[in-house]
């Protein structure tokens, strides 16, 4: 059975770091691109970071030279090392792995507030 899990986030100040992780079980993160979205209370799902196969990595505009995305292949998990936090990064925040087949997992809330 393929699970997906988050964590690692939480309330933190405008201008704090979050580091959320993923944990993949049942799937190998390195035949996988890996991804990371985010959903803000009554907005869409947005992508936010992504990293492929090959380890190139894409980010968002918004989240560029704040946000950074790896992979530790000894655990089989995916960070997203967030920097210098706004309020409008406020949502939560899903792991996907992409493949033949896509896995979701159920999310972490991450709140940026004074």
């Known amino acids: 059975q393929v699970q997906v899990v988050e964590s690692g986030g939480g309330l933190v100040q405008p201008g704090g770091s979050l580091r959320l992780s993923c944990a993949a079980s049942g799937i190998d993160v390195n035949s996988y691109g890996m991804g990371w979205y985010r959903q803000a209370p009554g907005k869409q799902r947005e992508w936010v970071a992504g990293i492929s196969i090959g380890a190139g990595v894409n980010y968002a505009d918004s989240v560029k030279g704040r946000f950074t995305i790896s992979r530790d292949n000894a655990k089989n998990t995916v960070h997203l090392q967030m920097n210098n936090l706004k309020p409008e990064d406020t949502a939560v925040y899903y792991c996907?792995?992409?493949?033949?087949?896509?896995?979701w997992g159920q999310g972490t809330q991450v709140t940026v507030s004074s």
């Open positions: 996907v792995a992409i493949g033949g087949r896509s896995y």
